[in-house]
């Protein structure tokens, strides 16, 4: 179940991962973050934006990769 805020973060991430965004910020939210995707809150977005920038850069270049994750915390 998804909260407003994780929404946004979706829609900002689809500009960089495609239909694909959904399923890599849940997982990002409850493998690294330890909590259910409805749970997520303001506070976590920090941490949640390191490890997006790093499990994207995976994916996608680098430099998109850290773009990704500075709007992420601008969310807040």
Known sequence: MEN????R???VAEDYLGPSAERFIA??????L???????SVDKLGELSQ???LSASLLIEK???KELA??????G
């Not at 909590?35 to 997520?40: P, R």
């Not at 500075?70 to 969310?75: A, H, V």
């Open 51 to 53: 490890w997006v920038e």
């Open 9 to 11: 973060i979706i829609s």
């Open 34 to 40: 330890n909590i259910e995707v409805g749970a997520f």
């Open 70 to 75: 500075e709007k992420i915390l601008t969310l």
């Open 27 to 32: 997982r990002q939210i409850t493998t690294h």
């Open 4 to 7: 407003e805020l994780t929404k």
């Open 63 to 65: 430099a998109k990769a």
